[in-house]
């Protein structure tokens, strides 16, 4: 018996290009968290070069802490920076583009000379999500992206409270079970 000849209009699966639709997250699943090595595999030479500014400028910041986090299988893990009980912001990869994510509030955004960012960043600001009192702006890391998204959190830095001093408070002790009595 003879192989179906393919129907015209439609191409053949071997050579059909991938789908133009939504970017591949890239690391979904929450019980295999990348390695440091794995997420900066994924970035071009350039790219990873500014992330590692990015990370050196948020380091060298008292109190702020880098911890990978899973956002949820739409986002995948990221790099969260933490001072504190407060965020501060998350770099993520979103497709193949390295994304940084921050939240300025009404005093942050205060602190911020918007007219003074590239054209990245006031492209951010004008697809910035949120409400007036709390801004989400995505800015993508290559390019002019990454020294817009340090001034937005030197801004942010400004105005959060000090970091604490020490280490944070241990848990509450687990609760102790009682017997039932029946």
């Known amino acids: 018996m003879a ?3 393919a129907k015209p209009g439609k191409p053949e699966k071997a050579g059909k290009p991938e789908k133009a639709g939504k970017p591949k997250v890239a690391f979904p699943k929450k019980n295999h968290p990348p390695t440091e090595a794995e997420f900066l595999a994924r970035l071009p ?3 990873g070069k500014k992330f590692e500014g990015v990370r050196t ?3 060298k ?3 702020v802490v880098e911890d990978l986090y899973f956002y949820g ?3 995948g893990w990221a790099f969260r920076y933490r001072r504190g009980a407060h965020s501060l912001a998350t770099v993520t990869l979103h497709g193949d583009r390295l994304v940084g994510i921050v939240a300025l509030d009404a005093a942050a955004q205060g602190e911020v000379d918007f007219t003074a960012l590239s054209e990245v960043g006031e492209q951010a600001r004008r697809f910035a999500s949120g409400s007036p009192a709390l801004v989400w ?3 993508p890391l290559d390019g002019h992206g990454a020294a817009d998204f340090r001034v937005l959190l030197k801004a942010k830095l400004k105005t959060l409270p ?3 001093a020490g280490a944070p408070p241990p848990p509450p002790p687990p ?3 009682t017997a039932s009595v029946n």
């Open 3 to 5: 192989a179906k000849p």
């Open 45 to 47: 030479l350039p790219v």
């Open 57 to 59: 400028f948020l380091k």
């Open 61 to 63: 910041q008292g109190g």
């Open 73 to 75: 299988p739409k986002t």
């Open 137 to 139: 702006l995505d800015l």
């Open 162 to 164: 000090p970091a604490a």
């Open 175 to 177: 609760k102790k079970k």
